[in-house]
């Protein structure tokens, strides 16, 4: 019973924190919208397998030294407001055209799109604190370590499941005619979005 309720609790707590607009959402729309269907359903799986990183450390029951360590949150913040700054700069002094909808640009690599979303998830600063609260809450580094395997898993299918949702959705054919009419704006504004949220992240003082 114990097994069926923490999953059942677990699954409704990181749906709800998925679904909450951050870096992750930006950057899928941002890589969508400017690569298409097949770039954001890779960069949504880069996001998940972000996710073993920081089930890993919290397994070992790492997170809470590392969201108690002024030093550590720190260089994670510093470290991930850059690479946001980083993908916003690249995105603002892109000079690419209007892509056909659904399409992708053939010089990305699809691995390249699953590096930019295991980066956005490893050096997002508020994960550590997240996994705090979930080993809390829920889970516990003394659990059965096929239990904290499966629940891993699960976070992980979850978090790719409803970021494909996002991209599905951002690639229905009227939809993204829509977005694709004014692409090049978007991806600046992305762009732009992403640096700042890059830069509150870093001067953020929690």
């Known amino acids: 019973m114990d097994f069926l309720h923490n999953l059942i609790l677990l699954t409704t707590i990181h749906l709800l924190a998925a679904a909450t607009p951050g870096p992750d959402f930006i950057l899928i729309s941002k890589q969508t919208l400017s690569y298409g269907k097949r770039a954001g359903y890779l960069t949504a799986l880069g996001i998940a397998l972000g996710l073993s990183i920081h089930i890993l450390y919290s397994s070992l029951g790492l997170a809470t030294l590392i969201a108690h360590s002024t030093t550590a949150l720190m ?107 004014f692409s090049h704006y978007i991806e600046k504004l992305l762009g732009g979005v992403l640096i700042i949220l890059g830069i509150k992240i870093i001067f953020s003082k929690n």
């Open 75 to 181: 260089i994670i913040k510093v470290l991930g407001g850059s690479y946001l700054i980083y993908i916003g700069y690249n995105a603002l002094k892109s000079n690419s055209s209007v892509i056909e909808p659904l399409e992708i640009k053939k010089d990305i690599k699809n691995s390249k799109h699953i590096v930019v979303g295991f980066l956005g998830n490893l050096f997002n600063p508020k994960a550590p604190i997240y996994f705090l609260a979930l080993f809390t809450l829920v889970l516990s580094p003394n659990m059965p370590m096929w239990q904290l395997l499966f629940y891993g898993v699960w976070l992980m299918i979850l978090q790719f499941i409803w970021f494909a949702f996002v991209v599905t959705f951002l690639t229905i054919p009227k939809i993204n005619k829509k977005f694709q009419e």
